[in-house]
């Protein structure tokens, strides 16, 4: 279990619903209040952004190692141009955490250098996010964790050994408030690559509270994740995927992603508990289960048969499991055709 804001995570708890902002403000400070005003509206819990610059991520170089070109949506740029596009501006950022927590949201983000940690806890952000990308930055992980606030991370690009050091990183500075979310670092994911039966194995094996970072395409992976055991979804919300942007093609647009919180909270009410006690409801449904009847008129004496006693619906007489008992025995009475069957009516 964690705890971010006073909002518990975990087992027994509604999942936590994180809408990812990242560049989907397109540097236009009202589409990110927008974002935010969306994000509530859709039913989402938080609202997370990315603390970066060009600079504090990447150095500014075009050379081969800084070229994106790995079969990416981002393929033909560098490093650094992509990330000038796709920052949110510093100096926004108290702004936006003030507008999201009057919302009702919970507001926090992804640091990627001391800097910007230093910068969010000038802020008082509850919770930080590790990016996929991130998770073998020990150093960076340390001093996140040295905050003493819960962390979430992304798994995208780890392996059991990557998450293991990175667990071990916030252990050694004392912060065991630490959620995993299973991630596939793929944009858009495609399906075949999700592996949803991690997340159990992955909360079992690190026994930790676990969630999903989803960047497939629609609501199906993220409202399954939930039945798999996922107590935080994280999905990036747009506007208007037609807006452009460097995020567009695989963010939710505010409809989808509400669509997508009513999937979850119908997921998490049938989910229930594990019962076999019948419901009020389901013990007047059993009346119209199969019991034994008497289907043809018998006069007193006669013997029971295959004829006249029958397993049919509904349930009103006695259990099937007596049916070879009665076959045989007399009638103690005559007995109309349509009676219940009951011990009372044999000799």
Known sequence: MINISGRKIGEGEKTFIIAEMS???????????????????????AIKLQTYTADTITIDCDNEYFQIKQGTIWDGTTLHKLYQEAYTPWEWQPK???????????????PFDKTSVDFLEDMNVP??????????DI?????????GKPIIMSTGIA????????????????????????????????????????????????????????????????????ALGAKIVEKHLTLDRSLGGADATFSMEPDEFKEMVKGIRAVETALGDVTYDL??????????????????????????????????????????????????????????????????LVL
């Not at 989907?24 to 990110?32: K, P, Y």
């Open 23 to 45: 560049a989907n403000h397109l540097q236009n400070f009202d589409n990110a209040v927008k974002v935010i005003k969306a994000a509530k509206e859709a039913g989402a819990d």
């Open 96 to 110: 936006l955490k003030k507008i999201a927590e009057k919302e009702g949201l919970i507001c926090f983000s992804s």
């Open 127 to 136: 919770a930080y996010k590790i990016a996929s990308f991130e998770i073998n």
């Open 139 to 147: 150093p960076l992980i340390e001093y996140i964790a040295s905050k």
């Open 159 to 226: 392996t059991l050994g990557d998450i293991q050091e990175a667990l071990n990183a916030c252990k050694r500075m004392g912060n065991e408030q630490v959620a995993l979310l299973k991630c596939t670092s793929a944009y858009p994911a495609p399906l075949e690559e999700i592996n949803l039966k991690t997340i159990p194995n992955m909360k079992n094996t690190f026994k930790t509270v676990v969630g999903l970072s989803d960047h497939t395409l629609g609501t199906s992976v993220a409202i399954a994740s939930v």
């Open 279 to 344: 419901t009020e409801k389901q013990r007047r449904s059993s009346e119209h289960s199969r019991s034994l009847f008497v289907v043809k008129d018998i006069k007193e004496g006669e013997i029971f048969t295959e004829e006249n006693v029958k397993s049919i619906r509904p349930g009103f007489g006695m259990h099937t499991k007596y049916y070879k008992d009665i076959l045989g025995e007399k009638a103690k009475i005559n007995v109309k055709k349509g009676t219940p069957m009951d011990w009372k």
